[in-house]
Nanobody
Framework: QVQLVESGGGLVQAGGSLRLSCAAS????????VAWFRQAPGKEREFVAA????????YYADSVKGRFTISRDNAKNTVYLQMNSLKPEDTDVYYC??????????????????WGQGTQVTVSS
């Protein structure tokens, strides 16, 4: 099965940028949708962005649209989340997730089967 590892989190000032990476091992996920979610302590995990396997279509939460960009590099078996114009409210643990091959891209966390361990993003004001 596929294993996911997130990296690239850290501490930045408001208005700054970070690029998160989600690297897969064990098998390719070229044929699987991949999504980013985030979660604050005591809160439910919420959708951030996703990219399909079929045509590269992307999806974004309204709160990040225009600031974040999701992309995938299948040659490197990696999905990225470029985060610009960061705000303090973006402070969360960010997780990448995927589901079995050939399934539709989803924004519901319950549709995803495989998760990474998360990477912390902290934005100071």
């Amino acid at each position: 099965q596929v294993q996911l590892v997130e990296s690239g989190g850290g501490l930045v000032q408001a208005g700054g940028s970070l690029r998160l990476s989600c690297a897969a091992s064990g098998r390719t996920f070229s044929w699987q949708p991949v999504a980013w979610f985030r979660q604050a302590p005591g809160k439910e995990r919420e959708f951030v962005a996703a990219v399909s396997w079929s045509d590269g279509t992307t999806y974004y939460a309204d709160s990040v649209k225009g600031r974040f960009t999701i992309s995938r590099d299948n040659a490197k078996n990696t999905v990225y989340l470029q985060m610009n114009s960061l705000k303090p409210e973006d402070t969360d643990v960010y997780y990448c997730a995927t589901r079995v091959p050939f399934r539709a891209t989803a924004t519901d966390k319950n549709e995803y089967d495989f998760w990474g361990q998360g990477t912390q993003v902290t934005v100071s004001s």
